[in-house]
């Protein structure tokens, strides 16, 4: 069974960084892509990073530059460093653990969340 932590969220002004951190258990983490979600009050949840197990790495275009993901196998963790951070950066950031063993088998795993908030 898998099962996600998230940490490192809190409030911070305009211009600062955050680091959050989501450790994992289980032992499919080494072969899972992980991701890094967001959702903003009436808006949708959406992709912000995503490591593959390859340590292949996309991020969505209004964070590309800012943030960096990055994992460590060996601690079952995976990272987003957060800099120049901006008041639409305020949401509740959501860990995700994506696994697909064998033939059509998709296996989604998420975090509780932890709440991140830019004031300006």
């Known amino acids: 069974q898998v099962q996600l932590v998230e940490s490192g969220g809190g409030l911070v002004q305009a211009g600062g960084s955050l680091r959050l951190s989501c450790a994992a258990s289980?032992?499919?983490?080494?072969?899972?892509?992980m991701g890094w979600y967001r959702q903003a009050p009436g808006k949708q949840r959406e992709l912000v990073a995503r490591i593959t197990s390859g340590s292949s790495t996309n991020y969505a275009d209004s964070v590309n530059g800012r943030f960096t993901i990055s994992r460590d196998n060996a601690k079952k963790t995976v990272h987003l460093q957060m800099n120049g951070l901006k008041p639409e950066d305020t949401a509740v950031y959501y860990c995700?653990?994506?696994?697909?063993?064998?033939?059509?088998?998709?296996?989604?795993?998420w975090g509780q969340g932890t709440q991140v908030t830019v004031s300006s």
């Open positions: 289980g032992s499919i983490f080494s072969i899972s892509d």
């Open positions: 995700n653990l994506h696994w697909e063993p064998w033939g059509n088998r998709i296996y989604d795993y």
